[in-house]
């Protein structure tokens, strides 16, 4: 595994992005049952992992502890971010920007041109990330959060194949620490 040394002079762990497999299900649950208040089960998952013609699930490691994950649904042109999610103590520290980034490159790969997700109406620290990777507001699904009663902001990103977007993609990663950067 590649480290970078740390400003203590001590190897720092390197953001490592991978495909989600069955051993990481304890690690992603885990954090599931932390950030969610009706958390999807081990078998919705496995089921999701199951469909990898058109799915991607990744997660976010740190040694070989899980501290993020994410995944996607494509649809012909379009895809959708189902979910993206990291550990309350590992937050604020660009993992979710990492997972967006290669959720995205896998929803390219896959043959997308747009990109959508929801994400709650109050979560804005979470619409300031979608917007840095040019999601937009586009509608808004009534009480879609119904565990809190709260609507989710629908977004999408557009031409997500064109040359201006694959240099907004370089550009963030190029902003990334260098532990967290692809």
Known sequence: ?????????????RLEVTRMRRR???????IERRVYPRPWSPNLFLAEMA???NRCYLVARL???VVGYGGLICYGEEAHITNVAVAPEHQHRRIATRLLYELILAAIDMGAEAVSLEVRVTNWRAQRLYGRFGFRPAGVRRNYYQEVSEDALIMWADEVRSSAYRERLA????????GIRP
């Open 51 to 53: 469909e990898s013609r």
């Open 24 to 30: 990481h299900l304890r690690g992603v649950m885990a």
């Open 171 to 178: 550009r963030i990663a190029g902003e990334l620490p260098e």
């Open 63 to 65: 040694d070989r502890e």
């Open 1 to 13: 595994m590649r480290r970078s040394l740390g400003t203590s002079g001590v190897a720092a762990p």
